[in-house]
């Protein structure tokens, strides 16, 4: 996370930006979310989505990046990048546009995870994340958001 971070980081930072995280609820679904919030609120970011309960659909996902715009968002699926003890976790990186980071970002990234020599996180409590509602982390005040679903128009 906290390469991605470094990455795309803008000399405005993160203050002003969303970053939009959750999954399909397979093997460390629940543990990665509170770590991406964490390092997330660590880095400043205004604002966080999280699915409720940290589940979030493909569909799901792409229509809450169109709606909301985030700078980043995270789709914790093992249909992308299959790691875990069962191949049943990966991690989708997505950008402003809802696509999958360009090569040239994930080049960067992968860069700066071969000397990265520090990263931002958050000592707290785990986030409530199976009820919506919204709370404060961090010295920046992240502001968390959980969201019960995105409906259709």
Not at 71 to 94: C, E, M, V
Request: without cysteine.
């Amino acid at each position: 996370m906290q390469s991605i971070f470094d990455s795309v980081r803008s000399n405005g930072g993160f203050s002003k930006e969303a970053l939009a995280v959750g999954g399909d609820g397979r093997f460390m679904n629940r543990d990665a979310i509170q770590i991406i919030i964490r390092v997330a609120a660590a880095n400043g970011f205004g604002k966080i989505l999280v699915g409720r309960g940290g589940l979030i659909s493909t569909p799901a996902m792409s229509a809450l990046i169109r709606r909301q715009a985030p700078q980043a968002a995270f789709l914790l699926t093992a249909s992308h990048n299959p790691g875990g003890p069962d191949a049943d976790f990966g991690i989708k990186y997505n950008v402003r546009n809802g696509g999958p980071a360009p090569e040239a970002i994930t080049e960067r990234i992968y860069a700066k995870t071969l000397k990265i020599g520090r990263y931002y996180t958050l000592e707290s409590p785990d986030i409530d994340i199976d009820r919506e509602g919204t709370s404060m982390l961090g010295i920046q005040r992240s502001q968390l958001l959980i969201l019960f679903s995105i409906t259709r128009r």
